[in-house]
């Protein structure tokens, strides 16, 4: 069986929780999937870095708390992350990059996926600043070296979203999307609409690992942003820039203005919008909405999020699902490694195809 090395950059929520499936799922994903995933190298701003060719043994890893981790005094470990290093010089097949998003210049996660790229390895990553700031670019560059740039993730977190629009609405036309696609802010919402104080509403949705390592991006908009510019470059073919999208968030909205709307049939929502105009220009903004109860998004709860597509010939198409959380994160790394696989499983070089080469040789 084939098998794919790979270099986890961030051992946070989301990454943990990949090698949580990867430790406790993984024969019977190999079964299936008919590959099997290894841990070779994992790098944290924290922990520092820890590399193992032979594959990383994740059960004490895991069994750590995260905040008390740290790889210094383990074979192969150092306190020093070494990103560079590691993406570069490990003989990783995919990086797996999931470092805090930066929502004004993507870095440092941005490097991490120049570097991979460049190096010749796969990247997938569920960081909003590389794709959103610098997509175009990183996509040509993945197909300059002949590999794979996934970030499914990057918005509306394991559901398949971009992967939809792109496979599935072949032959539409794309007029605009309207979405939710901040769970925590959505969350909040929720919370407040019960009477709960913003400040401990943030706490849980910090507590359930929805929100961003600084909740301000959530809650002022700047998450939505950067999700509306990746899902509006995607889908509707635009090239916008952080400036040409406008942004409001949902600070300024008070619990008792949510529950008065609540009271009048009314549900406030932080709405990403975009539009595609006649002359081919597209029109984005971020801003709270408060929606009237027969509105599609109107009903969207909690940490889900949603996204309605008005299309030429389907009118408006509504897809909703998770839109934050740890292991529904990692599901959508999961998700770009099979696509990844699927890409390039026919490669001459691909590691799926070495393996099986090395296996039969010996
Ligand atoms: N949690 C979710 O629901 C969710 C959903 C979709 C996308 N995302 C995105 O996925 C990424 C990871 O999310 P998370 O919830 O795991 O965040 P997290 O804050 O739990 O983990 C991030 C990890 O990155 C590490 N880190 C920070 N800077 C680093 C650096 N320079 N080098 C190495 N490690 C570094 C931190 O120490 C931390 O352990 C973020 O970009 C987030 O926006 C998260
Ligand atoms: N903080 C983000 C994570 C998903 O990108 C949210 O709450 O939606």
Redesign the pocket.
């Known amino acids: 069986m084939g098998r794919y090395d790979l270099a986890l950059?961030?051992?946070?929520?989301?990454?943990?929780?990949l090698a949580e499936l990867i430790s406790q799922s993984g024969d019977r994903l190999a079964g299936e999937l008919g590959f099997a995933l290894r841990v070779v190298a994992i790098?944290?701003?924290?922990?520092g870095s820890l590399v193992d060719t032979d594959g990383i043994d994740l059960t004490p890893l895991l069994a750590a708390e995260?905040g008390e981790l740290s790889f210094a005094g383990l074979a192969g470990g150092s306190a020093d992350?070494r990103?560079e290093w590691v993406i570069r010089e490990v003989p990783a097949d995919i990086v797996v990059?999931?470092?805090?998003?930066n929502p004004s210049d993507g870095e440092?996660?941005l490097s991490?996926v120049r570097w991979a790229l460049e190096s010749g390895k796969h990247v997938c990553?569920?960081?909003?600043?590389p794709v959103a700031l610098a997509g175009r670019a990183l996509k040509r560059l993945a197909a300059e070296r002949g590999v794979s740039f996934e970030f499914e993730?990057?918005v509306l977190?394991g559901t398949p979203i971009l992967r939809t629009a792109e496979r599935m609405f072949g032959g539409l036309e794309i007029t605009g999307v309207q979405s939710i696609m901040n769970?925590t802010s959505n969350y909040i919402l929720g919370r407040l609409e019960v009477g709960i104080e913003l400040s401990a509403a943030i706490a849980e949705a910090q507590e359930l690992?929805?929100?961003?390592?600084d909740p301000t991006?959530d809650i002022e908009g700047h998450?939505v942003q950067l999700k509306v510019m990746i899902l509006a470059n995607e889908v509707l073919g635009a090239d916008l820039r952080r400036e040409d999208v406008f942004r409001e968030g949902i600070s300024a909205i008070t619990p008792h203005e949510v529950r008065d709307a609540a009271s009048k049939g009314l549900r406030w929502k932080l709405v990403g919008s975009a539009t595609r105009h006649e002359d081919g220009s597209v029109d984005a903004r971020v801003a709270p909405l408060a929606l009237p109860a027969d509105h599609p998004l109107a009903g969207i709860s909690g940490?889900v999020n949603a996204v309605a597509f008005h299309t030429d010939l389907l009118g408006t198409v509504t897809v909703c699902g998770p839109?934050?959380?740890?292991v529904?994160?990692a599901y959508?790394l999961l998700s770009d490694i099979i696509a990844i696989h699927q890409r390039h499983a026919d490669d001459e070089t691909a590691p799926v195809r070495r393996v099986l080469q090395e296996t039969h040789r010996v």
């Open positions: 950059i961030g051992f946070g929520g989301v990454n943990r929780a790098t944290d701003l924290r922990a995260p992350p990103n990059e999931a470092t805090f998003t440092p996660a991490h990553t569920t960081n909003k600043g993730g990057s977190s769970g690992g929805y929100a961003e390592a991006a998450d940490p839109g934050a959380g740890r529904e994160t959508a």
